[in-house]
Each structure stands twice: as C-alpha cells, then as structure tokens.
Nanobody
Framework: QVQLVESGGGLVQAGGSLRLSCTGSGRTFSDYSLVWFRQALGKEREFVAGITGSGGRIDYADSVTGRFTMSRDNSQNTAYLQMNSLKPEDTAVYYC????????????????????WGQGTQVTVSS
C-alpha cells in the first residue's frame, strides 16, 4: 500500500496561484495512478485531475481545464497540482488519492476507485 501526504494549500486572492504537492511512501510510487479530488463545504467530493503511473496520460475536469496542471516526479515520489487563475469557487479541501494500476475508463473519476487517500489540504480563494 501507499501512504499519501498533501501540502501546499493556503489562502490566496482570486486570480492567484498555488501549487499543491502529494508525497507518497510505501510501495513503488509509479505503480499507482494518482488523482486530485476536492470537496467544498456542503458539497460532494469531485474529481479535479488524474495522472497515470508513468505520467503519460493526464485528465482534467472541465471546470479546471486550462487553469490547473497536474504532473508527477516518480523519482521524488511526488505529484503536483499547479493551480493558476484561481476563483472563489475553487475553495475546497483538496485530496490526493491513489489506485494500484489504472482504473477502468468509466470509473476513473469515481471516489470509490481509489483506495488510498491523503488527509487533505485546505485551499481558500478570496474574492
């Protein structure tokens, strides 16, 4: 199994940027697909971005396409979420999650496809 720890959240003004990090320990990091989810107060957890173990394929939610960039450095056991042009509606707790291998395409944005989760990091965007 893999243990995940997120960092990099904080308070930023609208239009600003933040970079989140997700550091893993345990099994071989490149064996895992990674995703970022977020959960705003009173709302369901939603998919933000996902990346395959090799980093060769990245998917984004429509709401963040063109503003957020996900990447990973398997030599550092770390994945990143660069968030630019932040909006107040991006305010949420951001979670990193992992799945062994790659979930089937119809399930890649589902919370239940990911067995390993970090504790989350708060991102607050002020208007």
């Amino acid at each position: 199994q893999v243990q995940l720890v997120e960092s990099g959240g904080g308070l930023v003004q609208a239009g600003g940027s933040l970079r989140l990090s997700c550091t893993g320990s345990g099994r071989t990091f490149s064996d895992y697909s990674l995703v970022w989810f977020r959960q705003a107060l009173g709302k369901e957890r939603e998919f933000v971005a996902g990346i395959t173990g090799s980093g060769g394929r990245i998917d984004y939610a429509d709401s963040v396409t063109g503003r957020f960039t996900m990447s990973r450095d398997n030599s550092q056991n770390t994945a990143y979420l660069q968030m630019n042009s932040l909006k107040p509606e991006d305010t949420a707790v951001y979670y990193c999650a992992a799945a062994s291998g790659r979930p089937p395409i119809f399930a890649r944005r589902a919370v239940t496809s990911y067995a390993y989760w970090g504790q989350g990091t708060q991102v607050t965007v002020s208007s």
